[in-house]
């Protein structure tokens, strides 16, 4: 039983939820973790940036809003998971202190055309601070039970034995935006996702049964305990800035190091595949296109677009992103 089901959901139903505040301490220990840039990190380190002020990351204020979706608008129960995201926007930084609420519209309901036990509600979420500015907004799919249907049984999982990859040692010079070349693809490396750290990104951000008790996560569809998919995309950042790191240190030594800025959001990310504990993705990231910013001089915005590929050689997320790049060298 999941507790919440697709006709539960009505088209033009508005269900709010929140707040929670945000505090300084839980946005940096994200950032170390995941998104170590310095506008995330460090007050007097965020002035000599793009953005000019310690914010958080954007992908922890998808997780917040996984929090409260998860919360208010699943009940606290738990969904079937989600195929994947249609778009979402940061229009705003979320600051130490912000009290984060959300309001969820659904959009429309769908009943599966293949699996009887289950459908498809879309939803359009904005996350606002206390002061009633949207800070995002994100339209996006989950799947929920039937009710009264019988379910399907679950996936036959195979145990994984958990292997920790070699880190990389390569690196590669880092254009600035004017000079890189479109259709480059940069190997992220690759991360491996342990029990513990599904639990523990679960309980943070996405408290749904799938993700936090492997015998619970048995009974589910998904068949074991698997990861939340925000938890998929933080890791992609992870190794981005991983990999950016050694990019950098090979930069320095013959020249000036572009600086990356904010993302603005991001499109069609999929989630194609659960992944599982002991699950080791690979990480991909291909530059496809780039234009000159007409409000940010010196700075350009970057078209990516990412995939993950599991120990099978599946593909199991991808998505296509945008963020604000230094253009040419200063002066």
């Known amino acids: ?48 940036t793009f953005v000019g002020e310690l914010i958080g990351s954007g992908w922890q204020s998808g997780g917040f809003g996984m929090r409260m979706l998860q919360k208010h608008v699943f009940r606290g129960a738990t969904s079937m998971g989600s195929p994947g995201i249609l778009q979402l926007r940061w229009l705003r930084p979320v600051r130490p202190g912000d009290a984060l609420s959300i309001a969820v519209k659904v959009d429309s309901c769908r009943a ?25 907004t994100q339209a996006f799919t989950v799947m929920f039970a039937r009710r009264g249907a019988t379910p399907l049984p679950p996936r036959v999982v195979n145990p994984i ?47 749904q049964a799938f993700h936090l008790d492997p015998e619970a996560a048995r009974q589910t569809h998904f068949g074991a305990l698997c990861a939340s998919g925000w938890h998929t995309a933080a890791a ?4 981005l800035h991983i990999t950016r790191a050694r990019d950098m240190a090979l930069t320095a030594k013959t020249g ?3 600086q990356l800025g904010p993302s ?17 993705l690979r990480y991909a990231c291909t ?26 050689g599946t593909k199991v997320f991808e998505f296509t992103g945008s963020v604000f790049w230094e253009w040419a060298p200063p002066g």
Do not use: C
Not at 13 to 29: C, F, H, K, N
């Open 1 to 48: 039983m999941t507790g919440i089901a697709f006709e539960d959901f009505t088209p033009g139903a508005v269900i709010e939820g929140g707040p929670i505040t945000v505090t300084r301490d839980e946005l940096v220990a994200f950032a170390r973790e995941f998104d170590p840039q310095p506008f995330h990190l460090d007050e007097a380190a965020a002035k000599a």
């Open 112 to 136: 599966s055309n293949t699996k009887p036990d289950r459908g498809f509600v879309r939803f359009d979420m904005t996350l606002s601070n206390g002061r009633d500015e949207a800070v995002m």
């Open 161 to 207: 034995e958990p292997t920790a990859p070699v880190e990389g040692t390569d690196a590669v010079r880092l254009d600035f935006l004017a000079d890189a070349e479109i259709g480059i693809t940069r190997d992220l490396g690759h991360h491996l996702f342990t029990p513990e750290a599904i639990v523990a990104f679960a309980r943070a951000y996405d408290p």
């Open 236 to 239: 992609w950042m992870k190794r």
């Open 256 to 258: 000036p190091v572009p």
């Open 264 to 280: 603005p959001g991001f499109r069609d990310l999929r989630w194609l595949v659960p992944v599982y504990a002991g699950d080791t």
């Open 287 to 312: 530059l496809t296109d780039k234009r000159q910013s007409a409000t940010r001089p010196g700075w350009g915005l970057a078209t990516h677009h990412n995939v993950a590929m599991n120990q099978h």
